[in-house]
């Protein structure tokens, strides 16, 4: 349909400003013949910070990024900036719909509107069977969870279904699962939903803690458990380091998704000093790596965009190897699409018991080798001394 540019950019804002409904925006292209936008491409999507709801706005020229967040109160203004530019194409996914704006050369606006993919449709039926977790389930709304977070913990969960049996099927009746750095708990429900249903149905019950040090989202994930009438989930503030959910029993299921910097790092320790059967963790931020780097000039990490994505690989690459030294078999997967989270890498770990020595030698050479040649001593390995030198001892 074509409608007059004015229309449907009033429409598009006020779509980006219903941050309950949107899930992401992105407006890219340039109109011939006007100033070119700032950048090449600002994404838009809501997020929810320490401080509350927020509009995050992330612009990308060529290889350089930058992320402004802006209240939701507050957001008008940045919106009227955005859609003041000269862009050709605007793409809105709210939860309902899916609204593509492109500008014609004349300044008319030709408008797509389509439901959104989960909405009703050939197909549909199929498509949410395949679902492993509910996105319209009212639980999200409560916590606040946008588009993006839901496909993320659908994404997760995803990852956690074909290893699961191994954990649920053991010995004992209860399963036993831990999300470390719950935050705002969206995965810790969609885990515990998806898990309690597989623990049912071999006749055993499940208990999920979400651990977070914040007691702000401790309350709100206790509520909203309370308010979905939901058994056997729990939440307990607390620092990921000094977690014990279960007291002595030890957790079956330890998850972590997007825990900051080094506490993804007090998860993986924490699930080693545990014998965690199954742990999957989808890394943040790596700022202890990257800081390690700073003086480095090698060219690879010389400039900071280059440096923080070297240490990204970096940093997982030394998590796995240290994983494995301990006794896990161990996959480094991409869980979701970049599009959704640029933090899309996962830690798959599951406990296969030491490695023979000679295997755990040469493992400990590439550990070596790699820490060496960086001069960088990754956090874990701080956080498991004991349990490094131990294999370190057990390999000769
Ligand atoms: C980026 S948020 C991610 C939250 C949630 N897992 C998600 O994906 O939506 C990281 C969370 O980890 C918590 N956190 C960070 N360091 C922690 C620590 N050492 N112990 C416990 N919680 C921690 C923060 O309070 C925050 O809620």
């Known amino acids: 349909m074509t409608t007059d540019l004015t229309t449907a950019l009033a429409d598009v804002r006020t779509l980006l400003l219903d941050t309950p409904n949107l899930s992401r925006a992105v407006a ?10 700032a950048a090449e ?18 612009a990308r020229t060529g290889p350089v990024v930058s992320t402004r967040n802006v209240p939701v109160g507050e957001a008008g203004e940045a919106v009227d900036e955005l859609l003041a530019q000269a862009y050709g194409n605007l793409h809105v996914e709210t939860a309902t719909e899916v609204v593509q704006v492109r500008i014609t050369k004349k300044g008319d606006a030709q408008v797509h509107r389509a439901p959104a993919r989960h909405e009703a449709g050939p197909g549909a039926h199929d498509r949410a069977k395949q679902r492993l977790v509910d996105p319209d389930d009212p639980v999200f709304r409560v916590l606040g969870a ?3 977070k839901r496909r993320q913990v659908e994404a997760f969960v995803r990852q956690l279904a074909p290893l699961a049996p191994a954990v649920l099927s053991g010995g004992g009746d209860r399963v036993r699962a831990v999300d470390l750095g719950c935050g705002n708990a969206y995965l810790t429900f969609a885990a515990h939903r998806w898990l309690s249903g597989a623990a049912r149905e071999r006749g055993k019950d499940l208990v999920t803690v979400g651990v977070d040090v914040r007691e702000d989202v401790v309350a709100t994930g206790r509520r909203a458990a309370a308010e979905a009438g939901l058994p056997g989930l729990e939440f307990a503030v607390g620092s990921i380091a000094g977690a014990e959910p279960f007291g002595d029993a030890r957790p079956d ?15 993986l320790a924490r699930a080693v000093r545990w014998g965690a059967p199954l742990v999957l963790a989808a890394p943040c931020c790596h700022r202890d790596v990257q800081r390690q780097l700073h003086e480095n000039r090698a060219p690879l990490v ?3 965009i280059l440096r923080e994505r070297f240490a990204d690989v970096l940093t997982d690459a030394l998590r796995s190897l240290l994983l494995q030294v301990l006794g896990y078999r161990v996959e480094v997967v991409e869980f979701i699409d970049s599009a959704h989270t640029p933090r899309n890498a996962m830690i798959r770990a599951v406990r296969a018991g030491a490695p023979r020595g000679s295997r755990t030698a040469g493992l400990l050479a590439e550990y070596d080798e790699l820490t060496r040649a960086w001069g960088v001593e990754p956090a874990l390995a701080r956080m498991l001394t004991a349990e490094l030198a131990q294999a370190r001892q057990a390999a000769l």
């Open 253 to 267: 299921v330890v998850m972590a998704l997007h825990a900051c910097d080094t506490a993804t790092d007090e998860a």
């Open 302 to 304: 010389r400039h900071a």
């Open 28 to 37: 890219a292209g340039r109109r011939k013949g006007l100033q070119p936008p």
């Open 41 to 58: 491409r600002v994404e838009v999507r809501p997020v929810r910070l320490k401080d509350g709801p927020h509009l995050q706005f992330t």
């Open 146 to 148: 946008g588009g993006d």
